[in-house]
């Protein structure tokens, strides 16, 4: 990686702000390579250079992959003005600028959220043509059939708007897996109103080759690791 201002390297991970990386500087508080940094312009390559701040080893990320249970009732945007978002709901140590949440689920949705500043995964794995398919539970107000499975098969129809064939099985009376690699607009719940059923609670279990972490309670949210974020975008499918 090129290198960058020391300054720079402690703001991009929220560390300390500008200011406060001088003051730390002057505190002898910020040793690279075994050496305290004199200036706040020095460079360095944040990949190969050992950093550490006030003793602790600095472990840099160019990019931030979160994984949040998002709970209902909160929106899918970076702010909001009168809302509470994904993005409130952060713990301290994985806030920093940029973060976005990749895709959206309904406010009324939940399980699932991609949180991070990856512009380029964000967008790869929204693209339908990347083929990164997404599990969805959905619990619905009536029992579901073998011909709503056949429906979802061969593709639904709503208005104007063409789905692309989905796979769909039956796990309880009223409830459903549900596999599409679109995201259109209520996709999964206008799917269903096509089929005259009224989704009642939806939660997102997968993106890609990864599930959501079940050891996370509603509003929690954890770092990827690496595996998982290299299986973010995988193709992998089928219920
Ligand atoms: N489909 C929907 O209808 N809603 C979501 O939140 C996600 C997929």
Not at 108 to 131: V, W, Y
Not at 137 to 143: G, I, L, V
Not at 214 to 239: A, F, P, Q, V, Y
Request: net charge positive; glycine share 6%; hydrophobic share 35%.
């Amino acid at each position: 990686m090129e290198k960058q201002r020391i300054d720079k390297i402690l703001s991009s991970q929220n560390i300390a702000t500008r200011s406060e990386t001088k003051q730390l500087i002057r505190k002898g508080q910020v040793i690279v390579n075994g050496t305290a940094v004199k200036r706040h312009e020095e460079k360095f390559d944040p990949d190969t250079d050992e950093i550490f701040v006030c003793g602790n080893k600095l472990r840099f990320r160019q990019y931030l992959y979160i994984m949040m249970n998002k709970p209902r009732g909160i929106l899918s945007a970076s702010r909001d003005k009168n809302a509470a978002t994904v993005i409130d709901l952060l713990p301290p140590e994985l806030r920093r600028d940029g973060l976005f949440p990749a895709g959206r689920l309904d406010k009324d949705s939940e399980g699932f959220i991609l949180i991070t500043d990856d512009g380029e995964l964000a967008h790869k794995m929204l693209a339908p043509k990347s083929h990164v398919y997404k599990l969805y539970e959905a619990q619905c107000d009536r029992k579901l059939t073998q011909s709503d499975i056949s429906a979802f098969a061969s593709g639904i129809k709503c208005g104007e708007i063409q789905f692309m064939p989905a796979e769909m099985k039956i796990t309880g009376d009223n409830t459903a897996l549900v596999e599409i690699c679109e995201g259109k607009f209520h996709q999964v719940r206008k799917m269903f109103a096509s089929l005259n059923a009224e989704v009642l609670r939806l939660k997102r279990l997968r993106i890609g080759g990864v599930f959501l972490d079940e050891n996370l309670r509603e509003g929690e949210s954890r770092e990827l690791s690496e595996n998982e974020t290299n299986d973010i975008l995988s193709r992998k499918h089928g219920i």
